[in-house]
């Protein structure tokens, strides 16, 4: 499907530069690889493969994302933790009309103040993906975890 080189690369970035700043814990960062209109979904495979619309997470605006951001920053209190991703390569599978659908698999290892690591979800990303003048923006990102449960409480973007 894909025949442009410079459009893969610039997929694998958006992926890379995503990951590195929600696991650098630049909040104010994450709402802009996101176009103003655009969904934020993270769902378990079992209701995505059956279409069901139930979801752990669900925003659908830019200012919902935002949001999102302050109850991380000023009002949720947790025991800390840092996360870190490991992306798949992506795979586009169709270009058309300036937007792209993008897949790519995803683990979340989350590591405690106390130094234990774990598997927190696994995945896969399904995106679509807009070119815009400020460069490539997600006008959809769907995390469908694996995981059959989130342990505790999801409170970082995946």
């Known amino acids: 499907m894909m025949n442009d080189l410079q459009t893969y690369l ?7 530069d995503y990951a590195a700043a929600v696991d ?4 104010a960062e994450w709402p802009e690889f996101f176009l103003d209109e655009c969904e934020y979904k993270i769902q378990p495979r079992e209701n995505f493969d059956r279409g069901l619309p ?5 925003l659908i605006s830019k200012a919902m994302l935002k949001d999102r951001v302050y109850g991380i920053s000023e009002t949720l ?6 996360q870190r991703h490991v992306c798949g390569l992506p795979r586009i599978l169709q270009e058309a ?8 698999n ?3 290892f989350r590591t405690k103040l106390t130094g234990e690591s774990t598997v927190f ?6 995106d679509r993906i807009r070119r815009t003048p400020d460069g490539l923006k997600f006008a959809s990102r769907l995390c469908v975890f694996d995981t059959e449960m989130i342990p505790n409480s999801l409170i970082y973007p995946i």
């Not at 650098?24 to 909040?27: A, D, E, G």
């Not at 009309?97 to 790519?104: D, K, M, N, R, S």
């Not at 979800?121 to 399904?126: A, E």
């Open 54 to 58: 139930l979801a752990t997470l669900y």
């Open 121 to 126: 979800n696994v995945g896969r990303y399904i």
């Open 97 to 104: 009309g300036g937007e792209l659908q993008v897949e790519a």
């Open 77 to 82: 209190f947790h025991d800390p933790y840092y």
């Open 10 to 16: 610039d997929v694998a970035r958006l992926h890379a």
């Open 24 to 27: 650098s814990r630049q909040w």
């Open 106 to 108: 995803y683990a979340v």
